[in-house]
């Protein structure tokens, strides 16, 4: 097949064939370091690894604790209140969702316009997407009250006729979430078929081979599987694309259909989606950074990839700065006293510190990374990325709990006091994800090994015509 044509074991030159490649690689050194990773042997597994894997490990069991604590008390273990009937939980749904966008966004709409620099960063993105999205998918279920009876949220067969309410934004996110988890799923996997005959093929231990083998679907290379592969991928980057858009807009309508002051704007679909592409980048370069230096990938993930992301982040996080100066703009414009007011309480009401520093760390922040030296100082870079993670969570603590805890009586307001338990729960979140995240880095090929070849292939190819067309030029001359 074409693609698959230069694909021999052959030195690299040490000439930039892009800036998106290390000019030493080659394509049995990104086999053998790619591959060697998830192929290394459990008694040599990194130190740093094991420390950081204990540490998340212990956060998953804190995170367990808290469950079993809320199954057994109920939610009023947590600090909701009349009129704030959602906290933390949906928070930190939120909040999850949207780090979950920048994963498909790397590798859906980035593949579907022939972006090869996702090559080095879409496999580890779509993993955090999935990751993200089973933390996210647990807060729905547990603020239910009797999560046991989360099923009746699907149109399953039953004989009482009891039908999902189709009305509620409940039922809504059941949809969107497990369709858009089914698809990041199916995405991840086919692209990993590849990777999983290579490790087959490299694998020493015969126990690892079997597996592999198993796992990588009787791949062996052939045109007829590069095709099926092709046209599986982009299928299914066609499927991930649209839900890039309508998941988190459907998230969004929770709070849109509503008529909390705040929240009925329609402004919110777009406002939603591009704050997670925001989020999600964000934390794609806080994990991408410390992997980087960690593994010695800097040939693999370079200082242009940096740049790219930091860039998208720019942009995407003018686009939520102008969402919160609609927002503004709204209440003056509207004459509406209840939105009046809720502005003026963001601006001095009891909370206007996480307002404030809302602003600081999505808007001002990122203002740094309109020049270059920044993309590119990868400390600074680091800590506007978690400035914009924690700008985001702020973000949505300010839409519900600021929109709910003064409403219109009154008469009716209080405050919203977290209690240990939306804490432990919160940090035990963490400990799911990067306990799943450290899982996946060590026993499976953390960036694409076939397509970076194919990205090499390609680079050498447009060096050796540019080469051929210079030679031409001068034969001319």
């Known amino acids: 097949m074409q693609q698959s044509r230069g694909l021999q074991n052959t030195a690299g030159t040490e000439k930039e064939l892009s800036p998106f490649l290390g000019p030493e690689l080659n394509y049995t050194g990104i086999s053998e370091k790619l591959g060697g990773i998830p192929l290394t042997g459990l008694l040599k597994t990194p130190p740093g690894w094991i420390v950081a894997f204990i540490i998340a490990f212990t956060l998953f069991v804190v995170y367990l604790v808290s469950i079993y604590v809320l199954l057994l008390f109920g939610v009023g273990v947590w600090g909701i209140n009349i009129p704030v009937a959602w906290g933390f939980d949906i928070i930190n749904f939120v909040w999850w969702i949207g780090i979950g966008h920048a994963g498909t ?39 239910l009250g009797r999560p046991w009876l989360f099923y009746w949220l699907i149109p399953y067969p039953n004989t009482h006729g009891l039908w999902p309410q189709f009305r509620s934004p409940l039922a809504w996110d059941v949809f969107a979430i497990s369709t858009y988890a089914i698809v990041s799923i199916l995405f991840w996997l086919v692209g990993l078929i590849p990777d999983f005959a290579t490790l087959r093929d490299q694998a020493k231990n015969r126990f690892v081979k079997t597996i592999f083998g198993i796992i990588s679907l009787g791949w062996r290379g052939s045109a007829t599987h590069w095709h099926r592969y092709e046209m599986a991928s982009l299928l299914l980057a066609g499927l991930s694309t649209p839900l890039v858009l309508s998941v988190h807009s459907i998230i969004s309508l929770d ?7 705040g929240w009925q704007v329609t402004v919110f679909p777009p406002y939603f ?3 997670a592409v925001f989020a999600g980048f964000a934390m794609v370069l806080l994990l991408a950074i410390p992997v980087r230096a960690f593994y010695g990938l800097k040939s693999y993930i370079t200082m242009e990839h940096i740049d790219v992301m930091s860039k998208v982040m720019l942009a995407t996080g003018l686009i939520v ?24 309480n963001r601006l001095t009401g ?3 510190w996480i307002y404030f520093g809302l602003i600081f760390c999505n808007a001002i922040s990122i203002q740094l990374l309109w020049f270059r030296a920044v993309r590119r100082n990868l400390a600074l870079v680091f800590i506007i990325s978690i400035f914009v993670s924690i700008g985001m969570w702020f973000e949505r603590f300010v839409i519900i709990v600021m929109s709910l805890h003064r409403d219109f009586l009154p008469s009716s307001w209080d405050m919203f006091i977290p209690t240990v338990w939306d804490y432990s729960l919160y940090l035990g979140s963490f400990g799911l994800f990067f306990t799943l995240m450290f899982l996946f880095i060590r026993f499976l090929p953390m960036i694409n090994i076939f397509e970076m070849k194919m990205f090499l292939h390609q680079a050498r190819e447009k060096d050796h015509l540019r080469e051929e067309a210079a030679a031409s030029a001068q034969a001319g001359d």
């Open 105 to 143: 966004l790397i590798s859906a709409i980035l593949l579907l316009f022939r972006q090869n620099w996702r090559n080095s960063i879409n496999r580890f993105a779509e993993a955090m997407t999935i990751f993200a999205v089973a933390c996210a998918g647990m807060y729905p279920i547990l603020h």
């Open 255 to 261: 709070f849109a259909v509503s008529q909390v002051p």
């Open 273 to 275: 989606v591009a704050g």
């Open 321 to 344: 700065v102008y969402g919160y100066s609609l927002e503004i703009f709204f209440a003056w414009y509207s004459g509406n006293v209840f939105e009046e007011y809720l502005l003026t």
């Open 350 to 352: 009891p909370y206007a």
